[in-house]
């Protein structure tokens, strides 16, 4: 006598999909950030910006070229205030494990915040915070009030608000795309006493929880962004000194913003 097959509901993850949606949409956060990334739509159209990544490169750049350009820092930048009088316009993050290891340094600054939702349960409401909804379906976002997608990285995430706001050329900086770790793909992990992977040693460090980057996957969201940039006649270049990705085209930073 064979045994009985649990019966699948083939609906059931996007049932669940569906009515998480619509639990976001009712939340009144969902809807002051949405009025806030109207404020955000198109704002520097036409104009320059730099997404400032978190390889260990980024300490070969020269930050202070950045004066009076609109800078996108991700996660933990602000380990990098003790060192450098750099400030970055406004800094996203979607990843769990950064936001709540981040959270009181979020409750803190004034600078502008770009935050996945989740960040709900740990980030108090203010002015300067914008939560994000992540959709799973895998397209670029040209307006991020809806939905954004996560593309494996908060980088696409940058890159997503960048043309949202308008911006026609964006480069990046300090994006190595190569981790001193290695392991499997999204696996999250406890790091050791030293991080070699970022800028800053103690980024993910002494015990701390994250998840090993998906390198192939990025570079699918990449080529996906820089595909959407130049059907609209923009343009996303690497201004990272030296690193792995490949996908877009080399720019020295001030060649980039001459």
């Known amino acids: 006598m064979h045994a009985l097959r649990p019966t699948i509901n083939p609906y059931g993850h996007a049932l669940k999909v569906v009515c998480d949606r619509i639990k976001w949409d009712l939340h009144v956060q969902s809807w002051i950030s949405r009025k806030r990334l109207g404020f955000w739509k198109d704002r520097y159209s036409g104009g320059k910006a730099v997404i400032i990544c978190n390889g260990p490169s980024l300490l ?12 996108f820092g991700l996660n933990k930048i602000n380990l990098l205030f003790d060192k450098s009088d750099f400030r970055p316009s406004c800094i996203v993050a979607m ?4 936001i709540d290891q981040n959270c009181q340094f979020f409750n803190e600054t004034n600078i502008p915040l770009f935050l996945d939702r989740y960040a709900t349960k740990t980030v108090r409401s203010r002015n300067n915070i914008i939560y994000l909804h992540s959709a799973e379906q895998q397209k670029f976002a040209r ?3 809806i939905s954004v997608f996560q593309g494996y990285t908060v980088t696409f995430v940058a890159m997503q608000l960048a043309f949202h706001m308008g911006f026609k050329d964006v480069a990046l900086i300090g ?22 992977s970022h800028f800053d040693p103690n980024y993910f460090a002494g015990g701390a929880r994250w998840q090993l980057p998906d ?29 792995n990705l490949e ?6 930073l001030t060649q980039f913003l001459s």
């Open 60 to 71: 070969k750049s020269d930050l202070s070229l950045l004066k009076g350009v609109f800078t």
């Open 95 to 98: 990843n769990p494990f950064v």
């Open 143 to 145: 307006d991020c009030s």
């Open 175 to 196: 994006c190595d795309h190569n981790f001193a770790v290695k392991g499997q793909s999204n696996k999250v992990v406890v790091s050791g006493v030293k991080d070699e």
């Open 215 to 243: 390198l192939m996957q990025s570079e699918v969201a990449y080529a996906l962004a820089r595909d959407m940039y130049e059907s609209y006649g923009r343009k996303i270049v690497n201004a990272t000194e030296g690193g």
């Open 247 to 252: 996908i877009f085209e080399r720019y020295g």
